[in-house]
Structures are given as C-alpha cells and as structure tokens.
C-alpha cells in the first residue's frame, strides 16, 4: 500500500508521547493561526480560481470562522484536557473516579471542494487539539486550493505528526484501507457509506458530515422583506454550495405570492441586475456539477432567473415554483443556487412533508409567531434548527454541528471537536491499602454480606418532589 508507510510513521510518533504536552498542541494550533495569517492573500485568489468565490464569502467562511474555532481552542484547551471528575458510591469515596480525554491515535480527515479551507482545518483544530497525529486530505476537486494546502501548510506544521495526501478516488481508495483511528469526513451520502464500510473493516470509529436536503418553511405570519433577503443570502452565498443551504421553501399559496416579489427584490439588492457582472456571486465549481445543476431546472416553473452560461459555469440565483414532490429536484441536494418553492396549506401540512423524508442537517422556520417556529422545532428532527435566519447557527463555536440519519453521524465545532477527537476513558484509581472494605465482595459469599454491599454501591431513586 503506497500509504502505509506513512500512516506507521506517524503512529511510530504519536506512540513516542510527542503530542501530547499541552504546550506541544498549542505550538502546532498557533502555527495554524499563522498560516490563516501569512496565507489570506493566497486562500483568497485559490477560492477564487477554483469556485469563482467572492473575497467577502472566502474571508468569512473560510478565515474567520476557522480563526473563531482556533481561539475558541486556545482559550480553553488547557480546561479542556483536565480530568474530569465524577460521583462516586460509597465502596469508592476515598478513591479517584475520573474521565481522562486521550488521543485516538493517528486520525484520517477527508475533506470537500465547497469549503475547502474551513472544513479541512475546522476538524484539524480538533484533531491537534486532542493530541492526534494526522493525515488531510484536501479535494481533488478544488485544484489550486489543494495545490496551496499540501505545498504551505507542511511548513507551518510538524511533518512527522501532521502530513497533506493529495488523492483521487482511486488514491483515497488506497488511503482507506490502511488502519486509522479516527476518520472524519464531509461529503455525501454515497461516499459516506463507503467511507463507513471501509472504516468498519478495521472497528475505526467516524464522524460523518453529509448534508441533505434542508427545508425552510416560512408562514404567514412573517416580515416578508425580512425572510426573502435572509432566505436569499442563505441560498446564494457561494452560489448555493453549502450544506446547510435552505433547500426548498415550503410556504402557503398565499406566502408564495407575496415572497416571490419579495425575494426578485433582495436578488436585485445583492447582485444587481444582472447577476453575472455581479462581483459577490460564485460560480459551481466543475464542469460535471455544472451539467447536474442545470438538468434540475427542468423542474416546475422558473419564476425568477433560470439563466445560464456554460463557459463560466455560471448559473442565475433562480426560484421555482408549480413542484411536485415526485421533481428531481426534489430528490437530491441541489447544491447549486436554485430555490423550489413548494406550496402546502399549513404548518401541519409542511411538518408532515418534513418528517415524511429523509432527516435533513437543519430545519429552517420563520414566523412573528414564536408557538409556531417552537412547533416545527418540536415536531420534526433534524441535525440542527435555526428560526428565522439561516446558516447562522453555525456562526456558534458553542452550538454542536452536525447530522442525524442520512445527513450525518457525529458532531463538531469548539469544545465539541476537541471531544469528537478524544477518547474518554473511564478512570478509577484505587487506595493499595483498606482492604477491609473489600472483604463482603470476596466468596464464600452469604446473604449479609449481600446486604453489605447492596448497601454501599447501589444507586438510589431520588423521591419525587411535587409542587402544590
């Protein structure tokens, strides 16, 4: 395997205890800083050249909230990796019961092309973070965001704990069947099962980050302006290819009448009026998702956009309507900057349509009526929630990221990545001495000495307490 050698190497050195001094982690988190410094100008033009992403966009989601998350880790990390005490029975009063966070191991992070700087390096904070060796590797897809990854980041990092595989499919075949002890990987569905299927042959637990189809229901109790300018940002921010991009609006026929106008305005507001010239627009990454995207329009009716041009791979920020459930465009993530508007006659009519698929990333609601953002909370299940806003949430180093069912396993962001990358281990450290008190476990057993240590380990139920 043209891996293994690597991968031993890098277990060779997280056995040596190398990673583990919280001084040795802060170096190498610090030196990532650094290369989010010293590399803007640089992540900037690559996702430029790779996705058409305007610079806006990229220092957003691709600097600044890494540099969240990695001040989030240094400000904490040292709190963090202490052990955590827990109860104990009366057998353990004078004992240590503790849970100690210890590294996996060497750990396998694969990322993808939409993001290709911030969910590379959000999990590698983590992975660092928790004491980990590591491999990344970055999309094939984005080729000069990859090119600037494997050739700049191996100089910030310590090589014999941290290394960059550049890799294909056939490649990251290969990778996979070597033994890691942690995989992380964002994607889709498809591959996330072969990613768990290889992960499985060697017992290598996983986080799997996959997205879905997220829907957006919007009732008719809302600020119309408000929704359309807040669904439209979260639709069209890099030209639709993010994961918890609102999927599908479900609203009244009503709301559709007054949300179309609503959202052809915020369109005009952002991008001008024509879309193409504008300079805060992206374009779809490759010429294969571009053919994709595209057949999609042939779904209901394009009621604002619909163009565009193959040469750029640039497709208008477009809203659909007249859908049927049963459209393509309803069967997959789009992933492009199309929004279906799919019309139901009330808030139980679309949780119903919610819940009767697939259990998306996160669920959006908009409502002046909070009973009713709280009722499609309750009712359905999702990765995450967000009321009246979107992609927000993930702005949060102290809100949980991730998926349930088919759009995820896992979760992540601030303490919750250092956690997703550490073992807690069960701790308990004896006294040598009392061995008295150890005596009623020991045979020949009897009924007292039943009692005895009934007595002293069980767990109680705590009486209830009601308030009259």
Known sequence: NPYAGLVSHLRATWLSGRTRPLEYRVAQLEALGRFLDEKKQDILEATALDMGKPPFEAEFSEILLCKNE???????????MKDE??????????????????????????????????????????????????????SEMTKNTERLVSEALP???????????????????????????????????????IIMTAAAKHLTPVTLELGGKNPCYVSD??????????????RFFNAGQTCIAPDYVLCTLEMQEKLLPALREAITEFYGPDPQKSP?????VGDKQFQRVRALLGSGRVAIGGQTDEKERYIAPTVLVDLQPSDPIMQEEIFGPILPIVTV????????????????????????????????????????????????HVTLT??????????????????????????????????????????????PYSQQKVTVVKAASEVKRKAACTLL
């Open 398 to 443: 102290s809100l949980p990221f991730g998926g349930i069912g088919n759009s995820g396993l896992g979760r992540y962001h601030g303490k919750f990545t250092f956690e997703t990358f550490s073992h807690h281990r069960g701790c308990l450290h004896r006294n040598m001495g009392l061995e008295a008190l150890n005596t009623p476990r020991y045979p």
């Open 70 to 80: 990695l001040h989030e880790t240094l400000n904490n990390l040292s709190h963090w």
């Open 155 to 193: 100089s910030y990092l310590d090589k014999d704990c941290f290394a960059v595989v550049t890799a294909g499919v056939q490649e990251t075949t290969r990778l996979l069947e070597n033994k890691f002890d942690y995989i992380f990987f964002t994607g889709v569905p498809s591959v996330g099962r």
């Open 85 to 138: 005490p827990v109860e104990k029975n009366l057998v353990t009063k004078l004992d240590s019961a503790f849970i100690r966070k210890d590294p996996y191991g060497v750990v396998l992070i694969i990322a993808p092309w939409n993001y290709p700087i911030n969910l590379l390096l959000e999990p590698l904070i983590g992975a660092i973070a928790a004491g980990n060796c590591a491999i990344i590797k970055p």
């Open 280 to 284: 805060d627009f992206g374009r779809i």
């Open 345 to 392: 006659a009330n808030v139980d009519e679309a949780i119903e349509f919610i819940t009767s698929r697939e259990r998306p990333l996160v669920v959006y609601a908009f409502s002046s009526n909070n009973k009713v953002v709280n009722q499609v909370l309750e009712r359905t299940s999702s990765g995450g929630f967000c009321g009246n806003d979107t992609l927000m």
């Open 221 to 234: 109790t809302c600020q119309v302006q408000n929704v359309a300018r807040r669904v439209a940002w979260g």
